[in-house]
């Protein structure tokens, strides 16, 4: 029932990000003498058209001519399935577990077609998600990539575009940054505004996921706002998808989590369909713990960077139980019998904070133990980590209680 995977996903791609950051530098200093500088960022305007009910269409217009889009890591079967590349001599190809659309000669414009994609892969970003009511969450960063011409690669300068069928709202991630992280939502509703943010509920929702999540985005994000004393620089977008209600009787799965600065969930499973207060109790808790990340983001530079992931989810965990307490959603009972819960479970694993679990529990534990509660520790990281530019790490944590 548990799926915190978008979670995972950014910090791997953080990840990569500083890999790729340090690798270039390494080869800008051994080649410093003859080329001074990779090449820049080759502007491209980037159409996204939704142009029938389960069809977009993605036209790309470059700056200079190139040759092909290396579109990274295949997302299994979604680009072979769903993509159409339209312009003559473009190909679709994978080797070695990567895709690229290929042009036999070079050119400037580039389109593809895209189909509706129902499927996903554990561990990568559902490519579309879709609504009951014709509503689409669509994953732009699987449209961005590296553009190869002549013999070298530039990164991808993106204006993007979105244009949506006659009539219908269309909202763009708040924060997309420059590898289009984040969902573009296509469909027939206005966004909610429930405290601060903004929020797209299926209307298959049954009632009670409604509530709780009206319930705690609505009190919870004004409790951030106020206990951070930072409001959101964007508003932010959070789009619950159900997809489904077939499955085993009691179950149901959450996918889905913070990208490009909202929050995107897709659920299915029989067990949606009736209430019970452990269900509500875990919707809650996920739908502040993905909030707590919003605000962990919510800065002109720093936040999360790719190391110590303890720190933002465990962080987050904690962040979540004071909400919870201070809004009154749990009891103070409730919320120390789930702290209780957390800490058993680091124990059983022995307090490693590297596996998956252990970044929450054993994260949680030591968030829990330090001499300072969690959101004024939070606070300082955040200014820390803003005045400076640095990750949140656990040297910062180290650094805050020292003073
Ligand atoms: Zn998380």
């Given at each position: 029932m548990r799926n915190f995977f978008l979670d995972r996903e950014q910090r791997s791609r953080n990840a990569v990000r500083a890999i790729a950051a340090c690798a270039a530098l390494l080869l800008a200093a051994l080649v410093g003498t003859v080329h001074a500088a990779a090449p820049a960022p080759l502007p491209t305007k980037l159409t996204l058209t939704h142009i029938a009910a389960d069809k977009w269409r993605a036209d790309y217009v470059f700056a200079e001519p190139i040759t092909?889009?290396?579109?990274?890591?295949?997302?299994g079967p979604y680009r072979k399935q769903a993509w159409r590349p339209?312009?003559?001599?473009?190909e679709l190809v994978a080797d070695d577990g990567s895709e690229a659309m290929r042009s036999a000669s070079p050119l400037t414009e580039l389109s593809v077609e895209i189909s509706a994609y129902d499927d996903f892969d554990e561990?990568?970003?559902?490519p579309i998600d879709r609504f009951s009511d014709g509503g689409w969450d669509f994953y732009?960063?699987?449209l961005h990539g590296a553009l190869t011409q002549d013999d070298r690669q530039r990164s991808m300068d993106v204006a993007l575009h979105l244009q949506g069928l006659p009539g219908e709202t269309v909202i763009a991630p708040a924060k997309p940054g420059t590898e289009l992280t984040g969902y573009a939502y296509f469909g027939p509703q206005k966004p909610v505004r429930m405290g601060n943010v903004n929020v797209i509920i299926d209307p298959k929702a049954p009632a009670w996921l409604r509530e709780v999540i009206d319930d705690t985005t609505t009190k919870v994000s004004q409790y951030y706002e106020q206990a951070f004393q930072r409001d959101l620089i964007d508003t932010p977008l959070i789009s619950v998808a159900v997809?489904?209600?077939?499955?085993?009787?009691g179950t149901f799965n959450v996918k889905g989590g913070v990208a490009g600065g909202g929050i995107t969930y897709r659920l299915q499973g029989a067990g949606l369909v009736d209430d019970h207060p452990k269900k509500r109790a875990y919707m809650a808790r996920l739908v502040a713990h993905e909030m707590a990340h919003l605000w962990q983001v919510n800065l002109m530079r720093g936040g999360i960077?790719?190391?110590?992931a303890w720190v933002h989810e465990g962080g987050a965990e904690a962040i979540m139980l004071e909400a919870m307490r201070a809004t009154g959603i749990f009891t103070a009972e409730a919320s120390d019998q789930y702290a209780q819960e957390l800490l058993k479970e680091c124990d059983q694993l022995a307090g490693?904070?590297?596996v998956n679990r252990g970044l929450y529990a054993c994260g949680f534990k030591r968030f829990h133990g330090y001499?300072?509660?969690p959101m004024p520790l939070w606070r300082a990281m955040m200014a820390r980590s803003e005045g400076s530019g640095e990750f949140y790490s656990e040297s910062m944590i180290q650094a805050i209680l020292k003073q």
């Open positions: 092909a889009v290396e579109l990274g890591a295949q997302v339209l312009t003559p001599g473009v561990g990568q970003y559902a732009l960063g699987f997809v489904g209600f077939d499955g085993a009787p960077g790719g190391d110590d490693d904070v590297t001499a300072m509660a």
